[in-house]
T-cell receptor
């Protein structure tokens, strides 16, 4: 296993700009998750894919957020018109069933 | 509502002392339980898991945890900690019947002092 990878590791953007993050899961894992983690908190669920199908979205995922997983491989998370409240660590995880393995995260800072 | 409570936000301990990090979860018929460790500016690493079977589970780095269904707890323990164990620890629960996302506690910062 090469592990879950995420790019970029850090992103600084100005309020109102769009940003896109990429996650490459462990190759044989068909399930992929996005979480958001703010300072002093545990990760909070955003959305979940099984293969290419997006099966669940949290109420945290406002209409400015969109996620895709074309062909059931890598996934992208896009945030449009970023706000300062979007500053957080965005974590991606993948699994076969219950055990989720996390990537290193993308830290987003909105100025 | 499904929730996970980590009772201590910070735990300071001296090197080579034992430690217990506490985790309680809201009751459900079916749960799968996990502990993760997070070092600064890194992702989460799976320490150990309870899926079924023996209620005492062993993980990496000498950690173990005990699933107690009646008390809805899954406390993490280590008999002798090292400086390198300084990190934040998260308890997470997968509730059966959900789509698959984990519910996390707020984390416990373990600080090991020489």
């Amino acid at each position: 296993d090469t592990g879950v990878s995420q790019n970029p590791r850090h992103k600084i953007t100005k309020r109102g700009q769009n940003v896109t993050f990429r996650c490459d899961p462990i190759s044989e894992h068909n399930r992929l998750y996005w979480y958001r983690q703010t300072l002093g908190q545990g990760p909070e669920f955003l959305t979940y894919f099984q293969n290419e199908a997006q099966l669940e979205k949290s109420r945290l995922l406002s209409d400015r957020f969109s996620a895709e997983r074309p062909k059931g491989s890598f996934s992208t998370l896009e945030i449009q018109r970023t706000e300062q409240g979007d500053s957080a660590m965005y974590l991606c995880a993948s699994s076969r069933v219950y055990e989720q393995y996390f990537g290193p995260g993308t830290r987003l800072t909105v100025t | 509502a499904q929730s996970v409570t980590q009772l201590d936000s910070q735990v300071p301990v001296f090197e080579e002392a034992p430690v217990e990090l506490r985790c309680n979860y809201s009751s459900s018929v079916s749960v799968y339980l996990f502990w993760y460790v997070q070092y600064p500016n890194q992702g989460l690493q799976l320490l150990l898991k309870y899926l079924s079977g023996s209620t005492l589970v062993k993980g990496i780095n000498g950690f173990e945890a005990e699933f107690n269904k009646s008390q809805t707890s899954f406390h993490l323990r280590k008999p002798s900690v090292h400086i390198s164990d300084t990190a934040e620890y998260f308890c997470a629960v997968f509730y059966g019947g959900s789509q698959g996302n984990l519910i996390f506690g707020k984390g416990t910062k373990l600080s090991v002092k020489p």
